[in-house]
């Protein structure tokens, strides 16, 4: 696939932030088996589970068993039960988004301590609508992504409810159920990386994802700021539920998640720190932070599935990975 540059008006890179260490895919598609960093990377901190997919499978079924609808009623598409899926969804999306980005960019309750650029998002610019950053991003996320997301949720939903889409319970399927409920975050990784990679393509990036890559300084809502268009990609991947035998668990699940995780991964923070002290690490924010940079490295979401590894797009944040990167820039722009 052809691929392209930032923009010229973007600023020279510079050193930023960093993990001590290189990044690493997790041991999860590796030969020979490596058993005992496989448990502890499934249930070790941080790690497959933690921090975050824990919290979304529980809030996955939360919303599915207190904050969705009765089947009964979404047999029939009626404005009072999409209206309230759309709320609940843009109510967990300023939750989210808005939290991250009130503690990291509003209160900077920790300054830039780790954070990976020394930049904040910028405030005036005509690139932007409304010429300020934040309100482009909270338009794009609230309106577009929300809407689309909702869109593929409520029909999704209406198909399951009308028997349109085969499914199964965990009555039935406990074991499948089950399987499939803890690797939806493998299957959305791997849809992100192909999804990606295809809006990198010329003519779709120059058209639609530069909107999103318009965002070089990060803050949180830049994660879901993107042209309807890419929305619609990003989202698709809970048509898999459509032909794979699933409960609308999964589908919520996978659809919630992929709405919400781009928060934490362009928050632009490694750790959050509590007290100045203590230090939780978020993931690895750092590596989709490098796509950001660079543009043509790490198409991923977190790594967890290692296609960046497998094709060549791999960047592990060594300086050797940065050098590279940077005379790849150069040549691309004619600086030999």
Same mark, same amino acid.
């Given at each position: 696939?052809?691929?392209?540059?930032?923009?010229?008006?973007?600023?020279?890179?510079?050193?930023?932030?960093?993990?001590?260490?290189?990044?690493?895919?997790?041991?999860?598609?590796?030969?020979?088996?490596?058993?005992?960093?496989?448990? *502890?990377? &499934? +249930? /070790?901190?941080?790690?497959?589970?933690?921090?975050?997919?824990?919290?979304?499978?529980?809030?996955? @079924?939360? $919303?599915?068993?207190?904050?969705?609808?009765?089947?009964?009623?979404?047999?029939?598409?009626?404005?009072?039960?999409?209206a309230w899926i759309y709320a609940r969804n843009l109510g967990m999306l300023f939750i989210v988004f808005g939290g991250w980005h009130f503690r990291f960019y509003i209160?900077?309750?920790?300054?830039?301590?780790?954070?990976?650029?020394?930049?904040?998002?910028?405030?005036?610019?005509? *690139?932007? &609508? +409304? /010429?300020?950053?934040?309100?482009?991003?909270?338009?794009?996320?609230?309106?577009?992504?929300?809407? @689309?997301? $909702?869109?593929?949720?409520?029909?999704?939903?209406?198909?399951?409810?009308?028997?349109?889409?085969?499914?199964?319970?965990?009555?039935?399927?406990?074991v499948w159920f089950v399987v499939l409920f803890l690797v939806i975050p493998l299957i959305r990784d791997a849809h992100f990386y192909l999804v990606h990679r295809l809006l990198h393509v010329r003519f779709l990036y120059r058209t639609v994802h530069y909107l999103h890559h318009k965002n070089v300084n990060i803050g949180p809502w830049s994660g879901l700021a993107m042209h309807p268009v890419e929305h619609l990609l990003y989202f698709s991947g809970i048509l898999l539920h459509w032909v794979v035998l699933s409960h609308p668990l999964h589908a919520i699940l996978h659809v919630q998640a992929t709405g919400l995780t781009p928060a934490l991964g362009h928050c632009g923070f490694d750790k959050f720190l509590l007290g100045g002290r203590y230090r939780l690490t978020l993931g690895q924010r750092y590596f989709h932070f490098l796509h950001h940079k660079y543009f043509e490295c790490n198409y991923g979401g977190d790594g967890s599935v290692p296609l960046d590894k497998w094709f060549g797009s791999w960047h592990d944040g060594t300086p050797q990975s940065h050098e590279l990167m940077k005379q790849r820039r150069r040549a691309a722009h004619g600086r030999g």
């Open positions: 696939m052809a691929q392209v540059t930032a923009d010229s008006d973007i600023r020279e890179l510079e050193e930023d932030w960093a993990p001590d260490v290189p990044i690493s895919p997790p041991p999860l598609f590796v030969w020979p088996p490596q058993p005992v960093a496989l448990v *502890r990377y &499934l +249930f /070790g901190y941080p790690g497959y589970f933690l921090p975050r997919n824990l919290l979304y499978m529980a809030l996955a @079924i939360v $919303t599915w068993l207190y904050l969705t609808p009765e089947m009964a009623t979404m047999k029939t598409f009626q404005v009072d039960w999409i209160l900077r309750s920790q300054g830039t301590a780790y954070k990976h650029s020394r930049h904040w998002p910028e405030r005036k610019h005509r *690139r932007f &609508l +409304f /010429g300020d950053q934040v309100w482009d991003n909270v338009f794009w996320s609230a309106v577009s992504g929300c809407g @689309i997301w $909702t869109a593929y949720e409520v029909v999704t939903l209406w198909a399951f409810a009308n028997e349109l889409i085969p499914w199964m319970t965990i009555e039935t399927n406990p």
